[in-house]
């Protein structure tokens, strides 16, 4: 697919299909539009054919005074301005109106439309990175592959000036192939998608990035180094587990670290999970999976940072050799933990990848990534991901981030009273904190691994995948949010 940003008038665009959005009752027409075609369209709405309404649409072939040969209307379901939820839904049913007329070219024009508190480059990136999105499929483990879109070529037609709609045009694309990547992986399935094939996929980025350097600690290696926590899960399975590490030199000082939870299957080990559903756990790597998407949108940008990301790939598997409950190992770090419930093990491996990338790089920043808990869904549903910090101008910086593009995550508490819970009568914790407020001990379990250095704790397992149904998928998220935070902190002076 072509990419493009236009400022040329929308009636002159000689394009298969134009998108024209409009607001509830259709009442402010663009005035951009020719005398005729807004007839035309005052003709529609007035006989009740279109009212604006979400989602509703409407086709009209061989617009009056136009050289577009298709003019699609769209309803925005709202008067006045949208809020970013609204807007990159509407570029998701624009994308699929668009997709189902059969054109090859197609231009949406922006100048209309209004999102509080954004501005004319925001929205180029923003449907630009909304419509490659929707036009992601993954089908490449069917015998017979659906017929190829039509659709070539997408113009934006925007009044932002040209240097700032190529950035933004750029920025939204090189997101949308973040979270291509980071779909393709979580979609994959898991005899497919397994820790050393994770390590493919590092080496294959630093081959196409010459910026990106990747280092593999193998588990032999993690287990001489003193990683008891995440050889106590990677152990479990006939498959070796990887600690992947990927830097990226896009400027000198200390990084900002991303670490993710890239358990590339989860039976729950001893604790074995129930069998519904249980296909789902593929994308129980969703984090990694984040990670792996958010150092392509860097790389492709260049982003002027020094970013590390720490990928710790097992699969929890019920084998003679893994980890039981009542199982007590030595962490990275020399604190001791009991395995109370060995489908608790997305902290096991996290904590020893948080506690080694702290001694060998010396982050300033580090935030983890991980579909970790249960409770979280419970907690938030699929809108938000949950957001926990030791630092309030980190967490402000994510959810703001968040707010930006869409990918909204929510601040959740960290009290020391919660720690308590974690007690163990062997150990120096217990890797579960009982029933209550289950992803806020899981946070504060990995608190303990993380006291000297500026950190935040995403938990994911709400927004990473849909479940169920003919939408299961994998969703990209938080790519937008992680990108977004990164590109903001690029910008910060020195």
């Given amino acids: 697919m072509e990419y493009a940003v236009s400022g040329k008038a929308a009636a002159k665009l000689k394009v298969d299909c134009l998108v024209v959005a409009l607001g509830k009752g259709a009442k402010d027409l663009p005035v951009t539009l020719p005398d005729a075609t807004r007839a035309l369209i005052n003709e529609y709405v007035k006989d009740g054919d279109f009212s604006g309404k979400k989602h509703q649409t409407l086709l009209l072939q061989r617009p009056p005074a136009m050289s577009a040969k298709r003019l699609l209307l769209v309803g925005t379901g709202v008067e006045g301005e949208l809020n970013v939820q609204a807007f990159l839904q509407l570029a998701a049913t624009v994308t699929r109106g668009v997709s189902a007329t059969g054109a090859a070219s197609a231009a949406l024009l922006l100048d209309n439309l209004a999102v509080k ?8 990136r923003e449907s630009a990175r909304a419509v490659a999105d929707t036009l992601y499929r993954f089908d490449e483990y069917r015998s017979e592959k659906p017929p190829a879109s039509r659709l070539k070529q997408w113009t934006l037609l925007s009044t932002a000036t040209p240097a700032a709609a190529k950035k933004a045009l750029n920025e939204g694309l090189a997101i949308a192939a973040g979270m291509a ?10 005899n497919d998608c397994y820790p050393t094939y994770l390590t493919g996929v590092a080496k294959a980025l630093a081959s196409q990035y010459p910026s990106l350097k990747v280092k593999v600690i193998s588990e032999q290696q993690a287990e001489k180094m003193g990683m008891g926590a995440f050889c106590a899960v990677a152990r479990g399975s006939e498959r070796d587990g990887q600690i992947i590490v990927m830097e ?3 400027a000198k000082g200390d990084p900002v670290a991303l670490v993710g939870k890239g358990i590339t299957f989860d039976t729950g080990g001893i604790s074995l999970k129930p069998g519904a559903n249980m296909d789902e756990m593929k994308y129980d790597m969703g984090g990694a999976a984040s990670v792996f998407g958010t150092v392509k949108t860097v790389c492709e940008l260049g982003l002027p940072i020094h970013l590390v990301a720490v990928i710790a790939a097992a699969e929890n598997m019920p084998d003679g050799r893994a980890s039981r409950p009542g199982d007590i ?10 395995i109370l419930n060995t489908d608790a093990e997305g902290r096991l491996v996290l904590c020893d990848a948080l506690t080694y990338v702290q001694q060998k790089y010396k982050p300033h920043t580090v935030v983890d990534i991980a579909t970790l808990t249960g409770a979280c869904v419970v907690a938030l549903g699929s809108h938000a991901q949950a957001v926990y910090a030791n ?10 981030a968040g707010d930006e593009c869409g990918d909204r995550g929510w601040p959740m508490p960290l009290w020391d009273d919660y720690q308590e819970q974690l007690d163990s009568p062997f150990a120096d914790m217990a890797n ?12 504060c379990f990995l608190s303990r691994y993380t006291k000297d250095v500026s950190w935040a704790h995403l938990d994911i397992a709400g927004t990473a995948w849909i479940s169920g149904g003919k939408q299961k998928g994998a969703t990209g998220r938080p790519v937008p949010m992680l990108s977004r935070y990164l590109i903001n902190l690029a910008g910060k002076p020195a």
């Avoid at 508190?117 to 180029?124: C, K, M």
């Avoid at 190992?329 to 009991?338: A, D, F, G, P, R």
């Avoid at 630092?391 to 703001?400: G, K, N, S, W």
């Fill in 391 to 400: 630092d309030a101008e980190l967490a402000q910086a994510l959810l703001e």
């Fill in 329 to 338: 190992v030595t962490t990275l770090s020399k604190q001791t933990v009991e």
């Fill in 181 to 190: 990547l980071a779909k393709d992986l979580g979609n994959r399935p898991p």
């Fill in 432 to 443: 579960i904190g009982g029933p209550k407020g289950g992803s806020i001990t899981a946070a």
């Fill in 248 to 250: 990226y030199h896009g």
């Fill in 117 to 124: 508190g954004q501005d004319a480059p925001w929205l180029v």
